[in-house]
């Protein structure tokens, strides 16, 4: 376990707001509350693909909430975000409609 470090400003967690972990949260026991019966999360609103609660979101949709709350004495936050990250990078290779891999375009730079 490597020394914490909380997050700042900084150090923000980087996200592509893709909208991949909003649009596949029964793929995780803490998100699965969340589905409206789809795989999607109920407050996720496709046409916009933005959360229409996204300044009260649960602590589960915010990076650094959980970081502080549960993970802070496992990993420092550079661990953490590279954790999140690979989950990211999971969900862009699931596949989408058509056989795509999902995120294609979201991680291509």
Not at 37 to 49: L, P, Q, V, W
Request: some cysteine.
């Amino acid at each position: 376990m490597s020394s914490s470090c909380s997050p700042t400003a900084d150090s923000a967690f980087p996200c592509h707001q893709c909208g991949l972990c909003c649009q596949n949260v029964h793929l995780s026991r803490e998100t699965q509350f969340l589905d409206r019966g789809d795989g999607t999360c109920r407050h996720y609103a496709s046409d916009t693909r933005t959360c229409a609660i996204y300044a009260d979101r649960p602590d589960i949709c915010r990076v650094d909430r959980m970081y502080a709350t549960r993970y802070v004495r496992l990993y420092s936050w550079s661990e953490f975000v590279a954790l999140n990250l690979q989950a990211c990078a999971a969900l862009a290779a699931l596949p989408g409609p058509g056989g795509q891999p999902e995120g294609k375009a979201v991680f291509r730079k």
